[in-house]
């Protein structure tokens, strides 16, 4: 696969993190290490978007689902979701419930 530069501030080269690999990387993680967004590689297609095309949802799911490989810093600071701020959304409502 060939390693694509960032689309927000085109830096390069990206991390890269290898979850998943047959002849090519079927599922991974692409890290800008400038900008710290990331982004998921998927079905071996490398997702590059700009944040405004970007579904949060669909997103956060693919982050809780590799979420013991993609590095902390990502969970926690990368761009433009991190799993943090959802963490948050589940605990309030049991909160006010109570
Ligand atoms: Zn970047």
């Known amino acids: 696969m060939e390693i694509l530069?960032?689309?927000i501030d085109k830096h390069y080269p990206l991390e890269l993190h290898v979850f998943e690999?047959?002849?090519?990387?079927t599922e991974?993680?692409?890290v800008c290490p400038q900008c710290?967004?990331?982004y998921p590689i998927s079905d071996e297609?490398?997702?590059m978007l700009p944040d405004?095309?970007?579904?949060a949802k669909?997103?956060?799911e693919w982050l809780r689902r590799w979420k013991e490989q993609v590095p902390d810093k990502v969970l926690t600071q990368g761009k433009p979701f991190k799993l943090e701020s959802q963490a948050i959304q589940r605990t309030s409502p049991?909160?006010?419930?109570v």
């Open 94 to 97: 049991r909160q006010e419930i």
């Open 21 to 25: 690999e047959k002849e090519e990387i």
């Open 5 to 7: 530069a960032c689309p």
């Open 28 to 30: 991974g993680l692409l």
């Open 45 to 47: 297609i490398p997702q």
């Open 36 to 38: 710290d967004r990331w």
């Open 52 to 55: 405004d095309l970007r579904e």
């Open 58 to 60: 669909d997103d956060l």
